[in-house]
T-cell receptor, first 114, second 116 residues
Framework: KAGVTQTPRYLIKTRGQQVTLSCSPI?????VSWYQQTPGQGLQFLFE???????NKGNFPGRFSGRQFSNSRSEMNVSTLELGDSALYLC?????????????FGDGTRLSIL | AQTVTQSQPEMSVQEAETVTLSCTYD???????LFWYKQPPSRQMILVIR??????QNATENRFSVNFQKAAKSFSLKISDSQLGDAAMYFC?????????????FGEGTQLTVNP
């Protein structure tokens, strides 16, 4: 069974641009969560999508948005990029329904802002 | 809001020895999950072990075991017979069972070095 796939693996952007990151969950997983990982702030929850609806949201500005498609694939968008948005962005998927299941993570997208 | 604290930024252990990583958390909830994740240089977060708060028995997975002290809100990870492949960043994480969703709250992480 294929794992969580994130594309692209690396991305370089400049301030003011926008970026879209993609996440394909494990087949059958309907929950997709996004996390930002930085040396200073650690791992912070961005948002979670389930059945194309945002179920939870972290404390990030409105420049960070996401969506989920009917096949459970998810995209995350960051507009008006700032230097502080440089980070590793991790996506995680899990089954839903019944007892809570562990999340499975992708390898992340390393975003660098110049 | 829940918080997770890992007070050891770095730890080291000799190969074949035992090491314990500490984690404390703060929550007003009574039903939740706790996890230890491992992140090697390859970046992928790998689930090491999980504990359900309503279970008194400490979870074990091969060489990995936890010491879960619910009253003290403590959740430490013990790695026995350490191997070179155990070298990684280890994160403690909390997940509520009282609210919907899969949101994880992570600690700051502990960088584990295994010396040959």
């Amino acid at each position: 069974k294929a794992g969580v796939t994130q594309t692209p693996r690396y991305l370089i952007k400049t301030r003011g641009q926008q970026v879209t990151l993609s996440c394909s969950p494990i087949s059958g997983h309907r929950s997709v969560s996004w996390y930002q990982q930085t040396p200073g702030q650690g791992l912070q929850f961005l948002f979670e999508y389930f059945s194309e609806t945002q179920r939870n949201k972290g404390n990030f500005p409105g420049r960070f948005s996401g969506r989920q498609f009917s096949n459970s694939r998810s995209e995350m968008n960051v507009s008006t990029l700032e230097l502080g948005d440089s980070a590793l962005y991790l996506c995680a998927s899990s089954l839903d329904g019944g007892p809570p299941q562990p999340q499975h993570f992708g390898d992340g997208t390393r975003l660098s802002i110049l | 809001a829940q918080t997770v604290t890992q007070s050891q930024p770095e730890m080291s252990v000799q190969e074949a020895e035992t090491v314990t990583l500490s984690c404390t958390y703060d929550t007003s909830e009574s039903d939740y999950y706790l996890f230890w994740y491992k992140q090697p240089p390859s970046r992928q977060m790998i689930l090491v072990i999980r504990q359900e708060a309503y279970k008194q028995q400490n979870a074990t997975e091969n060489r990995f075991s936890v010491n879960f002290q619910k009253a003290a809100k403590s959740f430490s990870l013990k790695i026995s017979d350490s191997q070179l492949g155990d070298a990684a960043m280890y994160f403690c994480a909390y997940r509520s069972r009282e609210t919907s969703g899969s949101r994880l709250t992570f600690g700051e992480g502990t960088q584990l070095t295994v010396n040959p």
